[in-house]
């Protein structure tokens, strides 16, 4: 059926439209998944002891090609490069197969960068001490004919810095393996506990068909 439009001058919409809206088309666009945001929350999970890992295996990849990520505050007992796994129709990859490269800019004006070909994880930043946050999107991960990636960003301090400073790391990495990948794993590279986090993950919804 067609549709109408939010607004006005919309001259290259997907779906045919007929006018303005109406209430029966909200709901049935709503009830569809169409409208009313592009974020879906899957899970939600919130520190309440220490660990060293934390797993989400439940990601609806079949329904997604691509997911959010979000970290708040995320900190670890000790310095550490926090990072991502994916589980591969339920197994763990931990073997040096992910390649992965980012750069990082400091409020005080120096720049580094970080790569690797061969490694057991996909970093999210550099060597974090204090909270970090970031956001992550994640590519095809429900797609056995395709590569999984990972684009982010991430923003600290360095509080071996004397005053702190600001760091800020952006990047991205893949999994070149074509799988199916159904969990993902958020660590630190160096195994330590986790003393804070706040980590959501989300579906991005396809808001419209042709």
């Given at each position: ?17 007929s006018g303005v809206f109406s209430i029966t088309d909200v709901a049935e666009l709503q009830s569809q998944g169409k409208l009313g945001g592009s974020l879906e ?170």
């Amino acid at each position: 059926m067609p549709y109408g439009y939010l607004g006005q001058n919309q001259p290259k919409q997907t779906v045919s439209n007929s006018g303005v809206f109406s209430i029966t088309d909200v709901a049935e666009l709503q009830s569809q998944g169409k409208l009313g945001g592009s974020l879906e929350l899957i899970e939600e999970q919130t520190y309440s002891s220490a660990v060293s890992f934390v797993d989400f295996t439940s990601i609806q990849e079949n329904k997604y090609d691509v997911h959010f990520m979000t970290f708040n505050n995320v900190d670890f007992a000790s310095e550490q490069v926090p990072a991502l796994r994916f589980y591969e129709s339920g197994v763990l990859e931990t073997a040096g197969v992910y390649q992965y490269a980012e750069q990082s800019c400091q409020s005080n004006g120096s720049f580094a960068e970080s790569k690797d070909t061969a490694s057991t994880f996909l970093g999210l930043g550099n060597f974090a001490v204090g909270a970090s946050n970031v956001y992550c999107y994640l590519y095809n991960l429900g797609n056995s004919s395709k590569y999984s990636f990972i684009s982010f960003h991430n923003v600290n301090t360095d509080a071996d810095a004397s005053p702190s400073e600001a760091v800020a790391n952006f990047g991205g990495g893949v999994l070149p393996q074509a799988s199916t990948v159904d969990g993902i794993r958020f660590t630190g590279a160096g195994g330590a506990n986790l003393s804070s986090f706040n980590i959501k993950l989300y579906g991005v919804k396809q808001i419209w068909v042709t």
